[in-house]
């Protein structure tokens, strides 16, 4: 019932009202269909028998209305069930999208994208449809199973004990294959998580795919995961399609054990025609109930997984909140400076894996630091401590002065803007997408952004300018315009604190130089932290940090590094060394 409850959370009251009253239509039909043998019993052995044809007749149409009246409640039950059961699936999808929105990145990190696919899609699904059995079904067949045994102990209690023998017969066979299926149904979602992965995974890198010539082999990949996912549901089907058969054995059973002894019992005049005839009906309608119960219970072991894989989300402690709502930590940073104060830092909160360690750094606000070190050096890492994407595991990051877990989430980030270093743009147009930065912001505000990218001039040459369609990913534009279009996106935010993780990397050294001299004229006031691996887009910096194996190895201008950090002075003279002056500003 507990998980039920968490399932049907904030569910909208008309769907709780559709819930509620698609079953107790359901009761409605089962008793006419359960009244509907009866009649026909004493029409055979009352009006045949006798030869009366008004009786029949009346008592026929009896029969009719209680058949019509059942079908409408059928009809008005399956429109409440399907209402209640869509109104409950997209209740679940939202639930399930808006706490993957609030998930922090380490809580991201433990589910993969393929595995929330899955379970936002076909495990909703499943669930869906088993709230929908649960709604018809899980009423009607065991009220049915109640009235119809009741009817047939009221026509004949001696032969109803055959009832007794049948159902053993099929809730012992059912209740073993329940038990083997679920483990067996637990891998098969394991591996459409796999198969969802694997078409993703393709999709994303299909340029790499085609320009590697890798076609064939990647689908021989998903050959291999397509199948393994198809022995595995086999495995599981195999069991449950037992069901079937084990349910008609049993029914034609009964229904030739009724047969003989409801036939003795005519012959010796302790039964009537109409009554074996009804009692069969009756028989009918209990092993069909049985059959709907097995079926719920299928539908349950398969959902059970679905649940199961839900409930992982739903239950998942977000471990990044805001803090309590009070007029101080609503206000925003006061400028754009930061602090780091002895800063170690683990994705999986153990100290003996941390990434960053001992980290300390002052930055004044306006000015414009660089960020230099190999790969692997947790740069990156480092300014995702800033806006708070991750917290820290010792130490304290400040912002405008205060500790930045002492800020609501939304008042700090509105403060920082961050051009990741994978750039991510979203199908609509590139004007949709530069007001994700800013979306109040006017048409003069969004060209000169774009003009401060240098991201103006092939925006204007498209024949529809910046309403020109972008497509998923931004796929009809090149990787240098992606990153100029996502610098323009961050810059119409107005930040305190803009963040550039290597983000002119497929820019040519002149506009990389002039989007450069463009921020520090354009912004003396923001905090601009450049990571890059080119020493030429950090060597203007009024500060610069060198970090190797999540530690600040050295720090000054690039005048003074040049004297002091071999690291620096190595990677340097590996890039600029003789290649003359490459940091031409272009003219716009």
């Excluded at 809580?107 to 909703?124: E, I, M």
Aim: proline letters at 3%; one cysteine or more.
């Amino acid at each position: 019932m507990s998980v039920i409850k968490k399932l049907m959370q904030g569910l909208e009251k008309k769907y709780k009202t559709a819930t509620v009253v698609a079953p107790l239509t359901i009761m409605g039909e089962v008793l006419l269909e359960v009244l509907i043998p009866l009649i026909m019993a004493r029409i055979i052995d009352v009006g045949i028998a006798n030869s009366d044809v008004g009786y029949v007749v009346k008592v026929g149409g009896l029969m009719v209305g209680a058949a019509l009246l059942s079908l409408a409640f059928g009809c008005i039950a399956a429109r409440f069930a399907a209402v209640a059961a869509f109104g409950f699936s997209r209740n679940l999808r939202r639930r399930l999208f808006n706490k993957v929105q609030d998930f922090s990145f380490g809580n991201v990190d433990k589910f993969s994208t393929a595995s929330l696919v899955t379970r936002l899609t076909t495990d909703v699904t499943n669930v869906q449809n088993t709230f929908q059995m649960i709604v018809r079904m899980c009423f009607r067949a065991p009220f049915m199973f109640v009235s119809a045994i009741v009817m047939g102990f009221y026509m004949n209690s001696r032969l109803a004990l055959v009832f007794l023998v049948c159902i053993p017969l099929i809730a012992i066979p059912v209740g073993l294959i329940m038990v083997k299926t679920f483990p067996r149904f637990q891998k098969m979602f394991k591996k459409y998580d796999a198969l969802n992965a694997a078409v993703q995974e393709n999709l994303i890198g299909i340029r790499a795919v085609k320009a590697f010539v890798r076609e064939e082999h990647e689908k021989e990949k998903f050959d291999k995961t397509a199948d393994d996912l198809r022995k595995l549901q086999v495995n599981a089907e195999k069991l449950v399609v037992l069901n079937g058969p084990i349910m008609m054995l049993v029914t034609y059973l009964g229904v030739i054990a009724v047969l003989w002894f409801g036939g003795n019992m005519i012959i010796v005049g302790d039964m009537q025609t109409g009554e074996l005839i009804s009692f069969i009906t009756y028989l009918t309608q209990i092993l069909m109930s049985l059959m709907m119960i097995s079926m719920i219970f299928v539908m349950l072991n398969i959902s059970r997984a679905s649940v199961q894989r839900i409930c992982e989300v739903i239950d998942e402690e977000i471990d990044l909140t805001s803090p309590a709502a009070t007029a101080e930590s609503a206000v925003p940073p006061a400028d754009g400076s930061i602090k780091f104060k002895n800063v170690s830092f683990s994705y999986d909160k153990n100290p003996d894996t941390a990434v960053l360690r001992d980290v300390n750094l002052e930055i004044p606000s306006g000015a414009v630091v660089g960020i230099i070190g190999g790969t692997g050096s947790s740069k990156t890492t480092l300014v995702h401590l800033i806006p708070r994407l991750y917290d820290v595991l010792d130490g304290s990051v400040e912002v405008g002065g205060r500790d930045v877990r002492s800020y609501e989430l939304d008042a700090l980030r509105s403060s920082i803007s961050m051009v990741l270093q994978k750039n991510v743009l979203f199908t609509g147009t590139i004007e949709e997408n530069l007001r994700w930065g800013n979306p109040n912001a006017t048409d003069e505000e969004v060209k000169a952004a774009c003009v401060a990218a240098c991201a103006d001039r092939f925006i204007s040459s498209f024949p529809d300018g910046y309403k020109t369609v972008l497509g998923q990913g931004g796929v009809n534009v090149s990787g240098g315009q992606k990153q100029r279009l996502c610098i323009a996106r961050a810059l119409l935010k107005k930040p305190k604190i803009l963040i550039l993780d290597d983000s002119t990397s497929a820019v040519d050294t002149a506009t990389d130089a002039s989007i450069r001299k463009t921020l520090r004229e354009s912004l003396p006031d923001t905090t601009k932290i450049i990571i890059a691996q080119r020493v030429a887009s950090v060597k203007d910096a009024d500060i610069i940090f060198v970090l190797d194996e999540g530690k600040i190895l050295d720090s000054g201008t690039h005048d003074s590094l040049l004297k002091t950090s071999e690291i620096y002075r190595e990677v340097y003279e590996s890039q600029l060394k003789g290649s003359g002056d490459m940091d031409k500003v272009e003219e716009d």
